[in-house]
């Protein structure tokens, strides 16, 4: 008999309550960490995630709070709010935890997780992942997922307002 799933609030982990989090978590084996914006959710977002989940035994997904989004990406973003989006993100089966963050990069959450492993999107090269001095410091990996062709957020906007 499989174990019932989390519920997706149970996954999202307040920041000041990631240290115990993250030692129920490393306990599982391999920690594997990726992050974004997720605004609209899109069959992009999910194969990351999804080729992020396989390269370990837990995924923990940096989200970036609402003002982040907006500095990163402009005014009009993000178009869910963070409590709307981490819920969706955290729903999906291969997500064990989803913690927020306040910052333009990842680089704190990052060295405060310490992955095993940290993947990214193929728009990045090695040299431009932010935190890869620190997993790889540790003797982890960097592991960049292909895009998917025209699916992004931008894309799926630019679509909706044309009418297509």
């Known amino acids: 008999m499989t174990a019932p799933a989390r519920a997706s609030a149970d996954k999202i982990v307040p920041r000041e309550r990631l240290g115990p989090a993250l030692a129920r978590l490393r306990g599982r084996g391999t920690v594997v960490f990726t992050n974004g914006c997720f605004d609209l959710l899109h069959v992009g977002h999910l194969r990351l995630l999804e ?25 009009g973003r993000p178009l869910l709010p963070f409590e ?24 704190d959450l990052v060295a405060e997780i310490a ?24 003797g982890g990996r960097i592991v960049l997922v292909p ?3 025209d699916r992004s957020t931008t894309a799926l906007v630019r679509r909706i307002l044309k009418g297509e």
């Not at 940096?62 to 989004?69: F, P, T, Y």
């Open 51 to 75: 080729s992020a989940a396989r390269e370990g035994d837990v995924l923990i997904v940096g989200l970036n709070r609402d003002a982040s989004v907006r500095r990163l990406k402009g005014p």
């Open 84 to 107: 709307e989006r981490a819920r969706l993100v955290a729903a999906l089966e291969v997500v064990d935890a989803v913690v927020g963050f306040d910052a333009d990069t990842p680089a």
């Open 115 to 138: 992955p095993d492993v940290l993947v990214k999107g193929g728009d990045w090269t090695p040299g431009t992942v932010v935190g890869r001095e620190v997993v790889e410091a540790r």
């Open 147 to 149: 895009v998917v062709p």
